[in-house]
């Protein structure tokens, strides 16, 4: 199971990134975005499952976007509205339909300067 993630950067405070996760080697259950900002513990920001149901933590509801390309096995979080608190490293991560263990991708970096 491989996990490869893209995107991220930095960029101005309401400026737009957009990360990609392309997962491979099994069929997984959900994709989605960790993030872990100094000093604070890792938060959910946002999910999708195999059947397109979403999840948002509130902080980011209105401004940020998970979709997923089934075909490829890779989702894609759209950022606007970018603040300086969603500076963070953002870990994506794929849940196994079988197992229900998640794997994780290499941690992207997302700073917001205001």
């Known amino acids: 199971v491989q996990l490869q993630a893209s995107g991220g950067g930095l960029v101005q405070a309401g400026g737009s990134l957009r990360l990609s996760c392309a997962a491979s080697g099994t069929i997984f259950r959900a994709m989605g975005w960790y993030r872990q900002a100094p000093g604070k513990e890792r938060e959910l920001v946002a999910s999708i499952t195999n059947h397109g149901n979403t999840n948002y933590t509130d902080s980011v509801k209105g401004r940020f976007t998970i979709s997923r390309d089934s075909a490829k096995n890779t989702a894609y979080l759209q950022m606007n509205s970018l603040k300086s608190e969603d500076t963070a490293v953002y870990y994506c991560?794929?849940?196994?339909?079988?197992?229900?263990?998640?794997?994780w991708g290499q941690g992207t970096l997302v700073t917001v300067s205001s």
């Open positions: 991560y794929a849940r196994n339909i079988w197992t229900n263990n998640n794997y």
